[in-house]
């Protein structure tokens, strides 16, 4: 695999796939819980930990499926898909830096001040890298911020993915 910069929306559906980082290897959730159309910028040594740092986004349209059923009459984005959207890029961040085996949610602490909205336009997720384990264990520790249209909405401080090879 050639480590790229930025991915289209092709590409990280070639990531739900398997077809990325290698049979066995971290996958991206296919649509619709995939919850990014492309990542922007990859990186392993800029942010403000200089560990690294992920931002991507997802446009926002009324008829994206979670507006139908949450809630009806009074529809928002999930809370919880935000949160797994930051859990997914930084298990492809893990899987970009050459880590085998599946990437795994294993906590972090988050914060909610305000919601995503049909009205709106456009998410952009902030992953800051925090830390990365390459020992036995395998993890990546991220601050996150999501933003819609430009106004931060959720922050999530020590987000943990693991790379684990049992299923």
């Given amino acids: 695999m050639i480590r790229q910069s930025?991915?289209?929306?092709?590409?990280?559906?070639?990531?739900?796939?398997?077809?990325?980082?290698?049979?066995?290897?971290?996958?991206?959730?296919?649509?619709?819980?995939?919850?990014?159309d492309r990542i922007i910028k990859i990186t392993e040594d800029t942010g403000p930990y200089g560990k690294g740092e992920v931002i991507a986004e997802l446009d926002i349209t009324p008829e994206?499926?979670?507006?139908?059923?949450?809630?009806?009459?009074?529809?928002?984005?999930p809370g919880c898909l935000g949160l797994d959207a930051m859990w997914q890029l930084l298990g492809f961040f893990l899987g970009w830096k050459g880590f085998q085996g599946r990437g795994r949610a294993r906590g972090g602490e988050i914060k909610f001040d305000g919601t995503v909205l049909p009205s709106a336009k456009k998410i952009v997720y902030e992953l800051h890298i925090k830390r990365?384990?390459?020992?036995?264990?395998?993890?990546?520790?991220a601050d996150a911020i999501l933003s819609v249209d430009g106004v931060k909405v959720y922050t999530a401080t020590n987000l943990r993915t693991v790379m684990t090879t049992s299923t």
């Avoid at 930025?6 to 819980?33: D, K, R, T, V």
């Avoid at 994206?64 to 928002?76: A, R, S």
Wanted: hydrophobic residues 45%; negative net charge.
């Fill in 6 to 36: 930025s991915y289209s929306h092709e590409e990280l559906i070639e990531c739900a796939h398997g077809n990325l980082f290698g049979p066995g290897n971290a996958q991206l959730p296919l649509p619709p819980m995939l919850m990014m």
């Fill in 132 to 141: 990365v384990l390459d020992q036995r264990l395998k993890m990546g520790i």
């Fill in 64 to 77: 994206l499926w979670f507006f139908d059923c949450h809630f009806e009459g009074d529809p928002v984005m």
